[in-house]
């Protein structure tokens, strides 16, 4: 879920990121207001903040993902088990 820490908690929430399948392990948010996450099944899902849609699916991992960050422009890395 993406939260807005200013508003009353009954309305914080503010979009709910939706299309793992398996637990998210781990979120990174990039400077142009994408965010990347990774779960258990080894995949990455990169999401734009502002409509809190999935833009794009990354696979190749065969562990669960455990590390994700953005380098510069849109570069990221990821590290799995």
């Not at 207001?33 to 258990?40: F, P, T």
């Not at 991992?61 to 590390?67: E, F, I, L």
Request: hydrophobic share 35%; proline share 2%.
């Amino acid at each position: 879920m993406v939260w807005d820490v200013t508003k009353h908690p009954a309305r914080a929430a503010q979009s709910t990121l939706r299309g793992h399948n398996a637990p998210i392990t781990c979120l990174t948010l990039g400077d142009n207001g994408e965010i990347l996450s990774g779960d258990r099944d080894g995949k990455l899902v990169l999401w734009d903040l502002g409509g809190g849609c999935e833009t794009r699916r990354l696979t190749g991992h065969r562990g669960h993902v455990t590390s994700v960050t953005w380098l510069e422009g849109h570069v990221m890395l990821s590290g799995a088990q």
